[in-house]
């Protein structure tokens, strides 16, 4: 398999380079990533890309500063304000449904915002679509919906943060092809805080819904894709006890889009009640304040995940304290520590909570986890896709849950079809080697630890085989599972954690699971702004994360070589 070949001391680049759909982006130095998060202008001006959620590419903001001027020019405006009247910027959503949520979200924080969405067309009926990025067109669509909410400047940071929690955005291959057949575009439909005021479709446009324009597809298209993904899904979770049919499988076009729809699946189980759900480990920072911000939910942080956290957690659901949820990454991430599955499974059985588990990092092929929890969540972008260059999420029910019926059928109600096609195709042709890629990049991630474990200059070396939660891990492990791809490791001194961090030559920035190394100041990154917070549960300022590829591993053993001889020298 071959991987592609990165200028490592390039700031800014593209990962992959070259790839403008890229999902991560180049931070080469310790210096770097502390100008990327501490958001020093001379370091983001250089910035081509960056992980999409995080930061909004480019081509988004310039389409979304297309639409804001054809609003203007739409209501009588001149492309400058009117008089007296804040700039206005624009989200942009591929369904309504989204739209409605971030208002929602916008006027429920900032009472004082006037957000308002825009129903956009992309009116192909009868047209030619063109693209010059290699964005499959072999479809035959009539109309691609598309909305943007329209807010003022200053609540810029509050839509941003809706935007990365929940994982809605337009995706960039939707972008480039709305930018490349901006003839096509037309604006519909608009709703305001204080009124709403429609112009009708013409009947030549057309009015359909994003699902009933999917369907239109031509056969072995994207629906074809979709529908293989989610086969390919469910083989790759199914043990011999647990086997999960296609239908038990959703697609989103992130995965922090599939938690959301979680969330939301969740509050509608509940019905009138607040939602309480366990946070069990350090989990993934968008998970947490997406539960915390945009649904409102209560959440408790048991954030080692260890048998003291379990124990706590059990003395307190006996005492009758309800939760209806718990959420836990298996391993963890980046302390790659595991929690007690099996345990948790039979607490949620007995208390009847949902037990809902991130295997991002674990994966379907290395480990067995459905038998042992309600609800597996996945982001496709890490190592199922591997390129790097396509975003995917998904959620499968365990078919023997004793939640399953409600689970699925409030999923389904609210499930939108907004995984946009081209997209669909991308992830479908990169995954097909998935477990021939997982593998391979566990085997080398092993090696790797080895010799880390052995140099002096290394305090921790964080990965599932050799750690205290080993035994945990094994317990899920398939027969022929390994240990994975992800380590995160810890120096002496902050001099040689930044010295190794330096000095190593492969790609650095956000993201895991590519098909080429990729490392990172982890902490720096997530939780800049909460280091010492962060800290309390072990995950240090000083700790680099590697997500290891599918280089020889003579090369990635050389390499590792040269960066810790760095380490060793450093002060």
């Known amino acids: ?46 910035l081509k890309t960056g992980y999409p959620r995080f930061f909004i590419h480019r081509l988004i903001d310039k389409l979304a500063e297309q639409i804001v001027k054809r609003f203007y020019t739409h209501n009588g405006y001149s492309p400058s304000l009117p008089s007296g009247e804040e700039s206005l910027l624009g989200m942009l ?4 449904q989204s739209a409605d949520q971030c208002e929602r979200f916008l006027r429920k924080n900032l009472p004082e915002v006037q957000a308002r969405w825009v129903r956009i067309l992309l009116c192909c009926k009868g047209s030619n679509l063109r693209s010059r990025h290699k964005i499959q067109l072999d479809v035959d669509w009539e109309n691609l919906e598309m909305y943007a909410v329209l807010y003022p400047n200053s609540a810029f940071g509050l839509a941003k943060s809706f935007w990365q929690h929940t994982g809605f955005g337009i995706s960039s291959r939707y972008t480039v092809l709305c930018l490349e057949n901006q003839h096509l575009l037309s604006l519909h439909h608009m709703t305001t805080t ?34 293989i993904l989610r086969q390919r899904i469910a083989e790759l979770c199914a043990t011999a006890t647990a ?17 959301s729809n979680m969330a939301e699946a969740l509050q509608k189980h509940v019905q009138h009640d607040r939602p309480v759900v366990a946070i069990f ?12 911000k945009v649904y409102d939910f209560e959440t408790t942080l048991y954030g080692h995940a260890s048998s003291e956290d379990l124990d706590a957690l059990e003395g307190e659901l006996s005492s009758r304290r309800k939760i209806h949820a718990l959420i836990c990454e298996f ?28 295997d991002t990092v674990g994966t379907f092929v290395n480990l067995a986890i459905l038998p042992h929890c309600d609800m597996i969540s996945t982001s496709l972008t890490k190592i199922f896709s591997g390129r790097c260059n396509v975003m995917g999420g998904s959620l499968v029910l ?127 990154l997530a939780h800049y702004n909460e280091r010492e917070w962060a800290a309390q549960y072990g995950v240090v300022e000083y700790l680099v994360r590697m997500s290891v590829g599918l280089e020889d591993l003579d090369t990635l053993s050389d390499k590792m070589t040269v960066a810790l001889d760095a380490a060793q020298t450093a002060e």
């Open 1 to 46: 398999m071959a991987v592609p070949r990165i200028d490592t001391r390039q700031l800014g680049m593209p990962l992959p380079p070259g790839d403008i759909h890229g999902v991560s982006v180049n931070l080469p130095t310790w210096e770097d990533t502390v100008g990327w998060s501490s958001r020093n202008p001379q370091v983001l001006a250089l």
């Open 93 to 96: 959503f591929p369904c309504k």
């Open 194 to 227: 204080c009124h709403a005021r429609t112009d009708h479709c013409s009947a030549e446009s057309g009015s359909r819904d994003w699902i009933k324009d999917l369907d239109l597809l031509a056969a072995g298209d994207a629906d074809s894709s979709k529908a």
């Open 243 to 259: 086997r999960p049919k296609s239908g038990d499988v959703f697609l989103y076009p992130t995965g922090m889009a599939g938690l």
């Open 281 to 292: 480990g350090f989990l993934y920072v968008d998970t947490v304040k997406m539960l915390q």
């Open 331 to 358: 391993p963890g991430n980046p302390l790659l520590n595991s929690p007690d599955l099996k345990r948790l499974h039979r607490l949620a059985k007995q208390h009847s909570f949902w037990l809902v588990v991130d």
């Open 398 to 524: 365990n078919p023997h849950s004793q939640f399953y019926r409600s689970m699925h059928a409030q999923l389904s109600t609210n499930f939108m079809d907004t995984y946009f096609p081209p997209d669909a195709l991308v992830m479908e042709a990169n995954s097909r080697d998935v477990a021939v890629r997982i593998r391979q990049a566990s085997e080398n991630a092993e090696v790797l630890c080895d010799m880390l474990r052995q140099h002096p200059a290394v305090t921790n070396v964080y990965y599932p085989k050799g750690s205290s939660t080993q035994p945990l891990y094994d317990a899920c492990r398939r027969t022929d599972g390994l240990y994975g791809y992800l380590f995160s490791v810890t120096f002496v001194t902050p001099a040689k954690a930044i010295a190794f961090h330096d000095a190593l030559d492969v790609a650095k920035g956000p993201s895991l699971g590519t098909d080429f190394s990729l490392a990172c100041a982890y902490t720096l």
